[in-house]
């Protein structure tokens, strides 16, 4: 069973920045991924790093925008997110799976954190 706990949500205006951290205790033949919801809508992929190669993936509407990296912490990993919008709001989730591979499918991924909420102001 991997443990998944994810931390740093809030409120923030639009254009603004925010950090996400994820812990989890899966090894690195592990896939990490990021995952939003917001209300009304299907869950929806954000990102994934692969922990074996440190490879990530992005969906369209974050590409540039941002960033998954491993934390400074062991078993971390970051969700960095900048010129945010009010669209970006929702509650995000971290979550593993078992292949290194990266999958935008929320159902190919295994273990779930609680998720926390990002708000984002006009």
């Known amino acids: 069973q991997v443990q998944v706990v994810e931390s740093g949500g809030g409120l923030v205006q639009a254009g603004g920045s925010l950090t996400l951290s994820c812990a989890h205790s899966g090894g690195a033949s592990y896939t990490m991924g990021w995952f939003r919801q917001a209300p009304g809508k299907e869950r929806e992929f954000v990102g994934s790093?692969?922990?074996?190669?440190?490879?990530?993936y992005y969906a369209d509407s974050v590409k540039g925008r941002f960033t998954i990296s491993k934390g400074n912490a062991k078993n971390t990993v970051q969700l960095q997110m900048n010129s945010l919008s009010p669209d970006d709001t929702g509650i995000y989730y971290c979550?593993?799976?078992?292949?290194?591979?990266?999958?935008?499918?929320?159902?190919?991924?295994?273990?779930w954190g609680q998720g926390t909420q990002v708000t984002v102001a006009s």
């Open positions: 790093i692969s922990w074996l190669t440190s490879s990530t």
């Open positions: 979550a593993a799976r078992g292949p290194s591979t990266h999958s935008t499918i929320w159902t190919g991924y295994h273990y």
